[in-house]
Structures are given as C-alpha cells and as structure tokens.
C-alpha cells in the first residue's frame, strides 16, 4: 500500500464533486479522495449538483445513477446542455452494472462508470484517468489559442511587410525597365544581362508579395461563412472581368448554379481565377468555350469548369496547383504561377477539394466541391 501512496501522491490533484442521496457512499468516497489530496465537495440530490456544478464548475463530477425527483442520468444530460459545465468529465456511481446501464449513461454524456461496493484502487484510477485527460485538453486549448494568436500577428506583419516593400520594388523594376529599353546610349552586353537579372529577381519578388498579401486576406478573421448564390457571384465576376470578356468574346454558360456555404470574397476571388486562367490560356484558332455546372452530391456540390483551350500536358498535371509553378509550354503567356494556388487554398478553406483533368492541345476541366 505503501507504493500505491506514493503513486497516487504524483498524481494531478483536482476539485471533485460527489451527487449521491446517501450519505454513506458519499462518505467512503470523499475520505478516499481526501487522503490522496484532492478538494471534495457534495450534493445530496441532483438539483443541488447541478445547482453547485453551475455555481463553482468542479473538475470532476461523480454521480450518483439511483437518485429521488431527477436521477442521474437526467442530471448529467442537463449539465452537457450548459456551456459551464459540458466538458467537466462526469463518472457515473451505481450498483447497476450490467451492459445496458452503462450503454445509457455514456448515452447521457458520463466518461465513465464506477460500481458500488467501491475498491479505492479502481475509485483512484478512474478519477486520475480522468484529471489527466482534462488537464491534457486545457493545456491543448491554452496551446491552440497562443498558436492562433501568432498566427494572427504574423499574417498581420506578412500583410504589412509586403505592402511597405510594394514601392520600392516598382521603382526598381520600373528604372531597370527603363534602362533595359533605352535606346539613346547602347548598354554594355555584361551591364545589359545584369540589369536583366535585376528586373526578372524585381518580378518574381513582386509575385511572391502578391502571394502573400494574397494569403493574409484569405486568413483573414473578419469573413462570415454564408450562403452564396454562384448564379449572382458568376455575374459579379462577369463585371470586374468584362475588359477581358470583352476582348476574348467566349461562350460563357452557367445555367441554373446552386446556393452554397462560404465565404463570398473568397469565392469571388476562386471563379474569377479559374474564369481568368481559361480566357489567358485560350487555343488561338478556336473560340473559346467555357462551360460551368454544379452537381449535388451526398453532402456537397462537384463543380466543373470546362474550357476548350490549350489544355495541359498530362505530365504537368499534379503540378498546376503549386505555387509559382508554370509550365515549359505556356512560358510565353504572361502568368504568375499564383492564380491556381489560391484557387486550392479558398477551395481547402471551405473543406472541399480541387483538381484538373485535361489532354493537351483539347481543353481543360477543373473539379472542385463545396459544401452544400
């Protein structure tokens, strides 16, 4: 016994709370608790354990099933309906020990079941199980909030960052366009492939900071999930891309799109990417014809949209959707390697999936679910 004290004394000691009508059981079961370290309080109905539960939430409650005017059961179900109280771990305590009993009371919510007559090793066990489980969860949620605080900040300074070095950058990769394309003095070939190399790094950092400043806003705290009619979201992009619309004169169909759960701008911003890639990737001797359908799902919709453009070499495929990536073939069309990132971020914000399928030369069809 004397080992078994030394091992309980390690232990985490912790606030209990004892339901029971009968002041025996309540009695072994709070000297048990009380020699180990652990503070003890009672109530002698259920009304009075729910009623101490919600006045001082406790970190254990050991309840009794068999009580007058509201049993156990009742008690604990009662209990996980409150925010104080429904994640306290609630053990049941009863002489009831077959398989249906128990099945009811983890039904209620209870973790655990402790039968009567009670062996204080068993008692011990299942309530220091219990106290390191809880102490695990709070330590994890303390964790979990000073990791969405950093987070917070560091989209906050990656934002800020990028927008104060936005300046300086154009003015780098305006001067050296200019030095590139001035014509009065020819420049040295070294000093000419030097200020090229300037003006390509200048691009390619600018793309990264769009990225980012891409990213922060999509992270962004401040958006609501709700529902979003793509009908009226696809028009809304038509307007802040009719310049390209306009000029590349597709066929556009979108016939009778769903209502889904999410985040407008996002969405916004996913259409109008994956609308904007077909018009910049369009095959030159064929209109382009751009087709989006919507269908339902078990518990989620699987969108396409279909072009009839250059397409993507098969090779290629798993690779569309990182970031910066842009293919051998399409290195003469201006592009960031952005645009399809971001599509699979806004996608895998709202839970849902994306991916392409095309053959080279014929067109593309990307797939993406959302939420219903």
């Known amino acids: 016994m004397d080992n078994l004290d030394e091992y309980w004394s390690s232990e985490l000691k912790g606030e209990i709370l004892i339901g029971d009508d009968t002041p025996d059981n309540i009695r072994v079961l709070s000297s048990m608790l009380i020699d180990q370290g652990h503070e003890v309080r009672k109530a002698l109905n259920g009304e009075r354990t729910i009623a101490s539960a919600l ?3 406790p970190d254990i409650i050991l309840l009794d099933v068999v009580m007058p005017d509201m049993n156990g059961y009742d008690v604990c179900q009662h209990l996980k309906s409150q925010v104080l109280t429904r994640n306290i771990p609630v ?4 002489a009831l020990d077959n398989v ?10 209870g973790v655990d079941y402790i039968t009567k007559p009670f062996q204080e090793i068993e008692v011990m066990a299942r309530v220091n199980t219990q106290l390191r489980i809880r102490n695990l969860q709070e330590r994890l ?10 987070n917070r900040q560091l989209e906050g300074f990656a934002h800020t960052l990028s927008h104060d070095l936005q300046q300086p950058l154009q003015s780098i990769i305006g001067f050296s366009k200019l030095l590139l394309n001035q014509t009065a003095t020819p420049l040295d070939a070294q000093v000419y492939e030097y200020i090229q190399r300037v003006h390509g790094a200048g691009n390619r950092m600018q793309q990264f900071i769009e990225y980012l400043l891409s990213s922060a806003h999509l992270n962004g705290i401040n958006q609501f999930c709700q529902d979003v009619d793509c009908n ?10 009719q310049f390209d619309l306009t000029k590349n004169s597709p066929h556009l169909d979108y016939l009778s799109l769903p209502t889904v759960k999410g985040y407008p701008i996002q969405l916004t911003q996913l259409f109008q990417n994956l609308i904007s890639n077909a018009l910049k990737y369009k095959h030159p001797e064929r209109v382009l014809q751009l087709t989006i359908t919507a ?3 078990t518990d989620h919709y699987l969108f396409t949209i279909q072009d009839n453009g250059i397409g993507i070499k098969s090779e290629n495929l798993h ?3 990182q970031l910066f990536y842009r293919a051998d073939e399409v290195q003469t069309i201006s592009g960031s390697g952005i645009g399809l990132a971001i599509c699979k971020k806004i996608v895998e914000n709202h839970q849902g999936t ?4 095309s053959e080279w030369g014929n067109g593309t069809t990307v797939f993406f679910t959302l939420a219903v």
Not at 232 to 241: C, E, G, S, T, W
Not at 354 to 357: D, F
């Open 295 to 297: 269908t339902l799902k």
């Open 100 to 109: 249906f009993d128990k099945l009811k009371g983890f039904d209620a919510g």
């Open 55 to 57: 006045s001082d939430p």
């Open 141 to 150: 949620i303390k964790q979990n909030d000073l990791l969405e605080q950093s």
């Open 91 to 94: 053990l049941f305590i009863s």
């Open 232 to 241: 009226l979201l696809i028009n809304q992009v038509r307007q802040d891309l």
């Open 319 to 321: 690779s569309v959707f």
């Open 354 to 357: 994306i991916w392409a399928e």
